[in-house]
């Protein structure tokens, strides 16, 4: 987007102005038009970024919406039209025609697309609600494939998987027929995007993962550290944050922006709203917006909606117009963060700043016991067998050998065995480190694997130092 032109007023002081007082006006001109960008998307590309909207294609024809849009946008999400049931409301029939207005709407006038998403266990079709097994896991291959091909040159990033953690303590992945065709679903639906689409940015998206103590944070990091140690092509996380009295803004906010970034990921704030109203909400938007520009690698933000009446939480008021496309006390807040900011700048350190500087990533495997170690595993189940995969983190000490012992429910019996040598085949087992990788760095992580016949529920190894 381009900058806007200097008010009249000042070209009319200017015009009137003696010589001398002509090279200060200038200058003056020059410094106030440098400083204030007057929209969300002129400001933000000033520091790099981006900021976006949710747009829904039925509003495309509603002047007073599509005014805010083309003005203050320079990023676009299609709200729902580029979701499974949008795209492939019949196996192997797709209907872009929605998703390709957005998308026409958006590149004619220079802004971005992100693309909104390809593999989710909600808003599937009816046709895939009822498949399973390697056949759904077959058609949503095809699926991404297929989507990804069509935008290709079209959309920089996508939200390749959306939602794919619990909610609560557990950490765990959320049940859901893609889950159930193998832990290795996310990854793979990662692969296909690159394949079809090596230029667009593949985010994984998802909401409560803004609080960097929760576990579903810490699981979703756990993720992305894992992909990217292993070469699963992964470009970016996207925190959709939705905040709420329920779901609030969290103070650690920027602590996880930092983390998340500091795994080599960018990091996008995909579907921004804030309930509320008056200065709170518009303080916390402040926040948030100062969160993103002190972090180098989130470059983009994307508020879920337009006006309040746009929002599906319309009744919280959670946006940046009311009803009537005026823009609230949030709006400004955004602005003037955007315009004052200091992107990628640490906060200051100075007493009495509350904001806690972004971190290294600490471990989030903790190693309990400081020196020891510890071991989490994942299992990719199917019908009668399972494939674990257990990693081994160092604690505050480099290791020099490691054990894990686990117990396997009754009827599993493991078949094979890798990266470890193994001792026992059901019920107590044991795997010590081979040759080549009992020596771990302080903090640093080694995996071996195992197959099984039977069910892989409730394993819960444990790691001692040897
Ligand atoms: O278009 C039909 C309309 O014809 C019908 O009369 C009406 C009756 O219910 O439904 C309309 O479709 C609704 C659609 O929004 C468009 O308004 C769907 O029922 C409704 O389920 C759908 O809700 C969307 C929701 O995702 C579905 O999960 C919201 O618009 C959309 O904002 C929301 O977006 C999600 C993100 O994709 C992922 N993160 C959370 C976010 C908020 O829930």
Redesign the pocket.
């Known amino acids: 987007m381009s900058r806007p032109k200097a008010r009249p007023v000042k070209r009319i002081a200017f015009a009137v102005a003696g010589a001398g007082a002509i090279a200060a006006c200038v200058s003056m001109v020059l410094a106030t038009s440098a400083t204030a960008a007057t929209t969300l998307g002129a400001s933000a590309a000033e520091k790099g970024r981006y900021f976006g909207a949710?747009v829904?294609a039925?509003k495309l024809s509603d002047t007073a919406y599509t005014t805010i849009l083309n003005r203050e946008f320079n990023s676009v999400t299609p709200?729902?039209e580029m979701?499974i049931d949008a795209t492939e409301p019949n196996q192997n029939q797709f209907n872009y025609t929605n998703a390709d207005r957005i998308v026409s709407h958006a590149r004619s006038r220079g802004m971005q697309v992100r693309g909104?998403?390809l593999a989710?266990h909600?808003?599937q079709p009816g046709w895939m609600q009822n498949m399973s097994g390697s056949a759904l896991r077959s058609a949503m291959l095809n699926h991404v494939t297929q989507v990804t091909t069509h935008f290709r040159g079209q959309v920089v990033a996508w939200d390749v998987v959306?939602?794919a953690f619990a909610d609560g303590s557990s950490g765990a992945r959320r049940d859901s027929n893609l889950q159930r065709t193998g832990n290795d679903w996310i990854e793979a639906a990662f692969r296909a995007a690159r394949a079809a689409d090596p230029n667009a940015k593949l985010c994984y998206?998802d909401?409560n993962t803004d609080d960097w103590t929760h576990a579903k944070t810490q699981a979703v990091y756990n993720m992305v550290r894992d992909f990217k140690s292993r070469g699963v092509p992964i470009d970016c996380v996207g925190l959709?944050s939705?905040f709420n009295s329920g779901s609030p803004y969290p103070s650690n906010y920027r602590t996880t922006l930092s983390n998340f970034a500091a795994l080599g990921v960018d990091v996008q704030i995909?579907?921004l709203d804030i309930e509320g109203s008056g200065t709170t909400q518009a303080n916390t938007y402040r926040n948030v917006v100062n969160d993103c520009l002190a972090v180098a690698r989130c470059n983009g933000i994307t508020v879920?909606?337009i006006r309040d009446t746009d929002?599906?939480?319309a009744s919280g008021t959670p946006l940046l117009f009311d009803g009537s496309g005026n823009k609230k006390p949030a709006y400004e807040a955004v602005l003037s963060a955007l315009n004052t900011g200091n992107p990628t700048t640490p906060p200051p350190t100075t007493p009495g700043n509350t904001t806690p500087p972004p971190t290294t990533p600490p471990p989030t495997t903790p190693p309990p016991g400081g020196a020891g170690c510890s071991a989490t595993v994942s299992v990719n189940q199917w019908t009668g067998g399972f494939v674990a995969t257990v990693r081994v983190t160092a604690g505050s000490s480099t290791l020099t050998g490691w054990t894990v012992s686990l117990t396997l429910p009754g009827g599993a019996t493991i078949t094979n065995a890798w990266n470890a040598n193994r001792s026992g085949n059901s019920g107590a087992v044991s795997f010590t480190n081979v040759s080549y990788n009992g020596s771990v760095a302080a903090g640093q992580s080694t995996e071996f694997g195992f197959q099984a016949n039977g069910t892989g529920s409730g394993l819960t190894p444990t790691c001692t130092a040897r």
């Open positions: 949710a829904a039925n709200e729902n979701k909104h998403t989710w909600s808003q959306n939602e998206n909401y959709q939705h995909t579907e879920w909606g929002s599906w939480r």
